[in-house]
């Protein structure tokens, strides 16, 4: 039954043609009955508005009507300012309310020169900020925030200029690595079509073709004047499922186009599992992987079997150990002999951390990488069920060498062996990522929300009243009893709550459930 909209700044209905899916309208008079409705809400938006400027609202306090380009330039102001959101109703579905939507961006976000210019830091000195004007006679600055992989061009980086210009022919200098990249083609991007420029200005978004190195969140400037502009913050990923060609042919386009989405996508990860000899796609969550296979599918064509989705659970200790450890092998000529000592102790949140403590020359400097190495490939695969050790301190106190026998292999071989051995000692504990999760629900099914999270092993953080008797619950749950959640809310709703949900951080898994993980594992 939804035909079209009223749009209150101009005073006229849009109606839709259903059977051109959108594309034509028709522009009238508002319906008699809406007439009332449309009274109440044009007066809501002046009252809104008129604040933002002096001179209108003394005119729309006198009783005089605004015109609709002096609604418009109060909108604006009130947009750019933030303080209000302007809201436009449609349907994706049938393409209904597009045409007025993208007329209010042209109308009321602000462009480039409405707000304060871009600041960076110089490479290395956070504390050194740069101003970046929006000014086509600045020095070069803009932002990698996009990669695309296109059938026909190949590789595109898409590229915000926040000042100076870029010019096809010309290098940049990539701030991030410190290497300088030419700039092949300039695309200007349209929905569905491209079009080649010679260059682009301040403000302007563009494709650059041909960059060899740049990754997503990288900045491209000028030599003469280098900054790093915001940095993107990509969190691990949280969710794995097992992924395999389903022909032989697969195979190579596969592993291929995986490549490609990895590149593209810098939160999601590809890897193997040496002990199952699978291939693992690894992202934030069930739909982030659905949408990376259905890519697959549909824009490399090629089909793979996917896997349950796993979580990415890690390892951790609970306490201080000490490991001494011996590698040595005689076997008719040149042996291997490695030994180290290390201890270790918890490292909370803060990663891995090495030490060297070695005095007197008992190993030589040139095995102490080797030993790092081996217990840092060793924590790969934990003690208890295989996955990645985190969050450790190791300190080198002490080893010995041969003068002939030991060789870095030898040594990498015994640190690896001693943070296993560590480990053991060290009561070690699974981890499971907690997800902040947040429902916004009707209040009549409150209740039956908030239980079924307690049910998941959920933790409520607080509760908020929305407009329109609506209730936002934050609460933080595993990620293993987020699975299906989706639908689970939808069917306790009957379709009326939403819910979003990102990774907060790693815990402790509960002893009872570690023991099942193990298992399964085993």
């Given at each position: 039954k939804f035909e079209g909209v009223v749009d209150l700044v101009r005073g006229k209905a849009i109606y839709y043609d259903k059977s051109t899916k959108g594309a034509e309208f028709k522009v009238t008079d508002i319906p008699a009955d809406m007439q009332a409705l449309f009274e109440e809400k044009h007066h809501e938006l002046l009252e809104a508005v008129a604040e933002e400027d002096e001179a209108l609202l003394e005119k729309y306090l006198g009783g005089e009507a605004l015109t609709e380009d002096e609604i418009n330039s109060c909108i604006r102001k009130a947009t750019i300012s933030r303080s209000i959101v302007?809201?436009?109703?449609?349907?994706?579905?049938?393409?209904?309310?597009?045409?007025?939507?993208?007329?209010?961006?042209?109308?009321?976000?602000?462009?480039?020169?409405?707000?304060?210019?871009?600041?960076?830091?110089?490479?290395?000195?956070?504390?050194?900020?740069?101003?970046?004007?929006?000014?086509d006679k600045e020095p070069l600055a803009g932002l990698v925030f996009k990669l695309f992989s296109d059938p026909f061009i190949g590789h595109l980086s898409f590229f915000r200029i926040y000042s100076g210009v870029i010019e096809t022919g010309m290098s940049a200098l990539n701030a991030n690595t410190g290497k300088k990249e030419r700039i092949g083609r300039i695309l200007k991007m349209h929905a569905n079509k491209r079009e080649d420029i010679k260059w682009a200005g301040a403000g302007d978004i563009v494709a650059l073709v041909g960059l060899k190195n740049a990754s997503t969140g990288d900045t491209l400037c000028d030599d003469k004047r280098p900054v790093i502009l915001e940095s993107l913050n990509i969190p691990e990923p949280v969710i794995e499922v097992a992924i395999e060609p389903k022909t032989k042919a697969d195979r190579d386009a596969l592993s291929a186009a995986l490549g490609k989405l990895a590149k593209e996508d810098p939160s999601f990860r590809v890897k193997g599992d040496e002990e199952t000899n699978q291939t693992l796609i690894a992202g934030m969550g069930e739909l982030h992987l659905e949408i990376i296979v259905d890519r697959l599918t549909r824009e490399f064509n090629v089909n793979a079997n996917v896997g349950k989705p796993q979580v990415a659970y890690r390892e951790t200790i609970s306490k201080p150990s000490k490991s001494d450890m011996k590698h040595a092998k005689q076997s008719g000529g040149r042996g291997q002999y490695g030994h180290c000592v290390i201890e270790v102790e918890p490292n909370p949140g803060k990663g891995y951390e090495f030490i060297n403590s070695i005095t007197g020359g008992v190993i030589p400097k040139e095995y102490i990488p080797a030993i790092d190495k081996g217990i840092q490939d060793a924590m790969k695969s934990g003690v208890l069920a295989g996955f990645p050790a985190v969050d450790l301190k190791v300190n080198l106190v002490f080893g010995s060498y041969h003068e002939v026998d030991s060789s870095e292999q030898a040594f990498y071989v015994a640190g690896s062996m001693a943070i296993k051995d560590a480990m053991n000692k060290a009561a070690p504990v699974l981890l499971e990522p907690i997800m902040d999760v947040e429902v916004v629900t009707p209040e009549e099914y409150l209740g039956d929300v908030m239980g079924d999270l307690n049910g998941r092993r959920g933790r409520v953080q607080s509760m908020e009243a929305r407009a329109g008797g609506a209730q936002s619950v934050r609460a933080q749950v595993p990620l293993a009893s987020m699975f299906g959640y989706a639908t689970d809310l939808r069917s306790r709703t009957q379709g009326r709550a939403t819910f979003t949900m990102q990774f907060d951080h790693y815990e402790r898994v509960p002893a009872a459930l570690a023991e099942e993980i193990q298992k399964a594992r085993s």
């Open positions: 302007p809201v436009l109703c449609g349907s994706a579905f049938r393409n209904m309310g597009v045409q007025p939507l993208l007329d209010a961006v042209v109308d009321y976000l602000p462009s480039p020169v409405d707000i304060p210019p871009m600041t960076g830091h110089v490479p290395g000195h956070e504390d050194e900020i740069i101003e970046c004007r929006c000014d």
